[in-house]
């Protein structure tokens, strides 16, 4: 408030009692007239304070009063408060409004939960795809809305990295991934995302690839037969020996693609958990280090060390696929003189097999892409061995459905140790003694 209005209103105010003394002084009554000139005055002051106070609870309806002085400067200051609150207030609900729009606009569903799993808010999408009603879910915990098992594993699991997928409660056709960010004071964000046309495609893409490799090889093992009897035919021109070998050998290769393919095309199709035969591992292994001791060729030592006679629970075509594989793929990359060693055995964190071997070895940084389908660290020499490069992806895919871990440990021109480890509940014996 400008200085200048005090001033004017003491000045006033001192006019006012020098006058008021002057009068009295002059008529002979000083103190009365001093008393009726000041209460004059206060009754006026009372009069505007009633006024502002008045106009004050009915600002909303009323013009200011036309106050002047002090008063006039506090009504002014009261509107320009008033006007900036107004503004401010305006512009919330402004921002408000776009953000709700903004979120109805977002396709994915959106759900903000609280420290207690509680839903604090969701836009339009989140309720369409997990039938949330407005206002009567808010406050509910999220996991007794949705309740798939999935779902609620995923949450207990606290671990938000990936999305979870589950299927829609309205139709089991539409395929939900959902994803919880965790943001704040213990808040979290749910993301929800229709993925049926992704699921869709994948699927599809997997049909695909089982059909074509299905329907490849027929025909690759009727080649494949005229091929090997021509090969042998001791009859045949000599200039025709040389194509006919390398023929037998592609056709070879692409029977282990086909063949591999298929494999991993079942692996896909099955669900996601191994069954629970029991498998005799180490009867397995010695059966296979046999097969690669009946090789014409592989590295001098072989050797097997059973540790265990821990049988496990799983697939048994799954799991000679897996050994078969690691255990092809170290005589593979090894040269004669080299050694590969074979290994299984149990501790407290489960059954464990290993197979290392003294050969070429993998550089650092092809190790995390070589479980890719067709990442081959050297395509030249892997041509040249014959094989699929889809070996690994079997491998891994396999060694998840029976919940079990491969750890690649190498180095370039000393060698790789690739090991399997299968947690406790995957042993026979062990789930046997748990139930005793
Ligand atoms: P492939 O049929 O080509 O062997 P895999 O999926 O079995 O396909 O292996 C992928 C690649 O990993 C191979 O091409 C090879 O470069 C590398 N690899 C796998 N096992 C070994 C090993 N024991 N030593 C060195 N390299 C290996």
Not at 107 to 122: C, H, M, N, S, T
Not at 211 to 227: C, D, F
Not at 403 to 425: M, Q, W, Y
Request: glycine content about 6%.
């Amino acid at each position: 408030m400008p200085v200048s209005a005090w001033t004017f209103a003491l000045a006033r105010l001192f006019a006012i009692v020098a006058a008021a003394v002057v009068l009295g002084w002059m008529t002979g009554y000083l103190a009365p007239t001093v008393i009726v000139v000041m209460s004059g005055y206060i009754a006026l002051n009372f009069t505007r304070l009633y006024r502002l106070e008045r106009w004050l609870r009915h600002r909303r309806t009323e013009d200011p009063p036309d106050l002047s002085g002090v008063w006039g400067d506090i009504v002014a200051l009261v509107m320009r408060i008033y006007r900036r609150k107004q503004y401010h207030k305006r512009r919330i609900v402004q921002v408000f409004r776009e953000f709700r729009r903004m979120t109805t606009a977002v396709p994915d569903g959106i759900v903000v939960l609280g420290a207690e799993r509680e839903i604090q808010w969701f836009n339009r999408n989140a309720a369409r795809l997990l039938a949330l009603r407005r206002k009567v879910d808010f406050g509910q915990r999220i996991e007794n809305l949705v309740r798939q098992p999935d779902f609620v594993a995923y949450l207990e699991r606290g671990d938000y990295l990936l999305p979870v997928l589950v299927r829609a409660v309205f139709d089991s056709e539409v395929h939900l991934s959902m994803q919880v960010v965790a943001y704040g004071a213990g808040q979290k964000l749910m993301i929800v995302r229709d993925v049926t046309r992704e699921i869709r495609l994948e699927s599809m893409r997997k049909d695909f690839v089982a059909n074509a490799s299905h329907e490849l090889r027929s025909p690759l093992t009727v080649i494949a037969g005229y091929v090997d009897a021509l090969a042998e035919d001791t009859e045949i021109d000599q200039a025709w020996r040389k194509p006919l070998e390398e023929m037998r050998r592609q056709a070879e290769r692409m029977r282990a693609v086909v063949d591999d393919l298929i494999e991993l095309s079942k692996l896909e199709a099955t669900g996601r958990e191994a069954g629970d035969e029991v498998v005799d591992v180490a009867g397995m292994l010695s059966l296979l280090r046999r097969d690669v001791l009946s090789r014409t060729t592989h590295p001098r030592d072989v050797t097997l060390k059973l540790d265990s006679t821990a049988r496990l629970l799983g697939s048994e075509p799954e799991l000679h696929s897996i050994f078969s594989n690691l255990i092809t793929n170290a005589i593979k990359y090894t040269p004669n003189d080299g050694r590969v060693d074979i290994r299984w055995w149990t501790d407290a964190d489960g059954a464990h097999f290993s197979v290392a071997d003294t050969g070429v070895g993998i550089a650092r940084e092809h190790i995390p892409r070589i479980t890719e389908r067709f990442y081959r660290v050297d395509p030249g020499r892997a041509r040249a061995t014959g094989g699929s490069g889809l070996g690994l992806a079997i491998v891994k895919h396999a060694l998840q459905r029976h919940n079990a871990t491969l750890r690649i440990d190498s180095e370039p021109g000393k060698g790789s140790t690739f090991a399997c480890h299968f947690p406790v509940r995957r042993i026979y014996n062990q789930t046997l003694m748990a139930a005793q």
